[in-house]
């Protein structure tokens, strides 16, 4: 099957359905069971409910901003500020509607390749925005934990079962981590040291006969490290310091918007340990099955931040958090992708 019409079998009626579904009978759930409404009747609705939502929406609006300044630094301004708009909404929609462990990747490479960007530029742009998000976590975290601790960073006494062996939140975390920062140190090697060597290195490994069937795949993989070390070679710092500042404002923001809608109704004192538990639950999200982490995210967000919500309305805080920094891509994804179709192929 080609790469378009790959495209075409994810953007369907189906696939777009499976999240909107599954995420209707969560927040149904999560509504029925997990709301006291009650507590719901007592709220005062006042005028700073209001100001606190649209602080909370405009951390999303800053957080797409944010990536249309990155993808237009990535691609040396040959995005307009529309064309990157596309872009965005069109990567989110994929993510929005594919398995948190698969994400739009691919979509991505065939989305930039249709605004007329080249194959190589195409891969760079890809892994450089994976890298730099790799990197965001790699940074922040050590910082948190070093004004927070790690006391009441895992509320959760969750558990998973990985290679036979059960982790707890915090076994979980730290693999996560490991795993994170593992990756980027791949990448940057491979990217800015030697990527004919790490290729050599991955096609080796992927000729044992357990990982044999991958070895076509990682090839692919060595491939794309080579075009990325290609194009990004003689970037000037500016060009780092831009994509970096503006991965740190996008998941900034984005972890914000849970600050803010607590705000709305209730006092916060620490900030901090929300933005804390945001990043355990970013790994949690990350081994997701179902698309968006649909199910799985409003569950992680009752159990790792009910301290902080209203009595007997962590239910719906976890439904109002969706419907902020979720579901508005869907609907995003849905108007703009036929407008795009019809522009790239017309």
């Known amino acids: 099957m080609s790469k378009t019409n790959q495209v075409k079998a994810l953007f369907t009626a189906k696939k777009i359905a499976i999240p909107i579904v599954i995420g209707l009978l969560v927040a149904i759930y999560m509504l029925w069971k997990n709301t006291d409404w009650l507590e719901f009747s007592k709220i005062k609705w006042q005028w700073q409910m209001a100001f606190w939502f649209f602080v909370a929406l405009l951390m999303m609006v800053i957080r797409d901003l944010a990536y249309m300044y990155r993808i237009r630094v990535l691609t040396d301004n040959h995005l307009t500020w529309r064309n990157s708009f596309d872009v965005i909404m069109l990567w989110e929609f994929a993510s929005a509607i594919t398995p948190s462990v698969v994400g739009g990747t691919g979509v991505a490479l065939y989305i930039l390749n249709k605004e007329g960007l080249s194959t190589g530029k195409s891969t760079a742009l890809v892994m450089t925005t994976a890298l730099f998000d790799e990197l965001f976590y790699i940074v922040t975290v050590p910082f948190v934990i070093l004004f927070i601790g790690t006391q009441y ?31 980027a140190l791949i990448i940057i090697y491979g990217v800015f040291i030697n990527p004919k060597a790490l290729k050599r290195i991955l096609t080796a490994i992927f000729k044992l006969k357990l990982l044999k069937r991958w070895q076509h795949k990682i090839e692919q993989v060595g491939n794309d490290i080579i075009l990325t070390s290609k194009e990004l070679k003689g970037k000037p710092f500016t060009f780092w310091f831009k994509t970096f500042f503006a991965t740190m404002f996008s998941w900034t923001a984005r972890f914000w918007v849970v600050n803010f809608l607590l705000l709305a109704f209730t006092p916060v004192t620490d900030h901090l340990l929300i933005y804390g538990r945001q990043l355990v639950m970013w790994v949690i999200m990350l081994i997701s099955p179902t698309p968006g982490g649909t199910g799985i995210a409003e569950f992680a967000f009752e159990g790792f931040l009910a301290d902080f919500t209203p009595l007997g309305l962590a239910g719906l805080m976890a439904v109002l958090w969706r419907l902020f920094s979720y579901y508005p891509y869907l609907f995003m994804g849905v108007i703009v992708l036929p407008k795009w179709l019809k522009k790239v192929y017309g």
């Open 153 to 183: 960073l895992f509320p959760v006494e969750l558990q998973k079962e990985i290679f036979g062996i059960v982790f707890s939140a915090k076994g979980i975390f730290i693999i996560g981590y490991g795993f994170t920062l593992l990756l």
